[in-house]
């Protein structure tokens, strides 16, 4: 890297090593510096040393919290815009991801375009299409018990309580994967 490269310079979080590559490749493809990492503290390091002008986080990494690393790069890098991607989306961490400052949220798989749109876009869009079909009970559940975890800072034990559930309970249902509708 020569200290005169002027590439926007991307951050993908993910602990898929595959996501990691096939972003890596496509987006300097497009132009961008990308900076990888597979992790919170490896994502730190990297952004206190590159200061990336984008970021692609994972909602969910092995042992961590992708809204976490969002919050932590948001706190150090001013004006950073970054994605919230996930596989498993839920109205709760939506709106918590945008409170931390997230420029956008988006579901996996992720279209390379939608990812480089959504980090030039500045305005919602009204034409968003709305579901025929409400959602069901389960997902109703799923997102309840993520709006828990959240505001917990996802203690298990806490949110348990909350709930007023069984730890094992909880996390049975943490296991599963969440419904589509």
Same mark, same amino acid.
Do not use: C, W
């Given at each position: 890297?020569?200290?005169?490269?002027?590439?926007?310079?991307?951050?993908?979080?993910?602990?898929?090593? =595959?996501?990691?590559?096939?972003?890596?490749?496509?987006?300097?493809?497009?132009?961008?510096?990308?900076?990888?990492?597979?992790?919170?503290?490896?994502?730190?390091?990297?952004?206190?040393?590159?200061?990336?002008?984008?970021? &692609?986080?994972?909602?969910?990494?092995?042992?961590?919290?992708?809204?976490? &690393?969002?919050?932590?790069?948001?706190?150090?890098?001013?004006?950073?815009?970054?994605?919230?991607?996930?596989?498993?989306?839920?109205? /709760?961490?939506? &709106?918590?991801?945008?409170?931390?400052?997230?420029?956008?949220?988006?579901?996996?798989?992720? =279209?390379?375009?939608?990812?480089?749109? /959504?980090?030039?876009? =500045?305005?919602?869009?009204?034409?968003?299409?709305?579901?025929?079909?409400?959602?069901?009970?389960?997902?109703?559940?799923?997102?309840?018990?993520?709006?828990?975890?959240?505001?917990?800072?996802?203690?298990?034990?806490? /949110?348990?309580?909350?709930?007023?559930?069984?730890?094992?309970?909880?996390?049975?249902?943490?296991?599963?994967?969440?419904?589509?509708?």
């Amino acid at each position: 890297m020569s200290p005169k490269d002027t590439r926007p310079k991307l951050l993908v979080v993910d602990d898929d090593d =595959d996501f990691r590559e096939s972003m890596e490749l496509e987006f300097t493809d497009r132009g961008y510096q990308v900076i990888t990492a597979p992790d919170h503290r490896t994502a730190l390091g990297l952004a206190a040393v590159h200061r990336p002008q984008y970021a &692609v986080i994972d909602l969910r990494l092995e042992g961590e919290r992708g809204l976490e &690393v969002l919050q932590d790069l948001v706190e150090r890098l001013p004006g950073l815009r970054a994605i919230v991607l996930t596989g498993y989306s839920s109205i /709760a961490t939506a &709106v918590e991801a945008m409170k931390l400052g997230a420029h956008h949220y988006m579901t996996k798989p992720a =279209d390379p375009d939608a990812l480089e749109e /959504a980090f030039q876009n =500045d305005k919602g869009d009204p034409t968003v299409p709305i579901p025929e079909h409400p959602p069901s009970l389960a997902r109703h559940e799923r997102e309840y018990i993520e709006a828990v975890l959240a505001a917990t800072g996802g203690n298990i034990s806490e /949110a348990a309580r909350r709930l007023g559930l069984h730890r094992q309970s909880l996390q049975r249902k943490l296991r599963k994967y969440p419904p589509r509708r």
